[in-house]
């Protein structure tokens, strides 16, 4: 199994728990923040000039969700 397969099934698996756990998707959104703040932390233990890195990836991400509310796709 690559690396890449192997972090699908994790995330498919955590977001079967989140929802199995808290099932009102309004509920989410304190966990993804908390998520993205462990993910903030991993990459710049590591590096601290990852921060930037990590911005950008946020800025992507906003794009992408702001794509996806405009088309109703990701």
């Known amino acids: 199994m690559s690396r890449d397969d192997e ?8 977001a ?3 929802s199995r756990l808290s099932p ?8 993804l ?7 903030e932390k991993e990459a710049t233990t590591v590096n601290t ?3 930037d890195l ?5 800025a992507a991400l ?3 969700i702001r794509n996806r509310r405009n088309t109703g796709g990701w």
Request: net charge neutral.
């Open 7 to 14: 972090l699908r099934d994790i995330l498919n698996e955590t």
């Open 16 to 18: 079967k728990q989140i």
């Open 24 to 31: 009102n998707p309004r509920t989410w959104l304190a966990w």
């Open 33 to 39: 923040v908390y998520l993205l703040d462990k993910l």
């Open 49 to 51: 000039s990852q921060k």
């Open 54 to 58: 990590f911005r950008d990836t946020l």
């Open 62 to 64: 906003e794009d992408a």
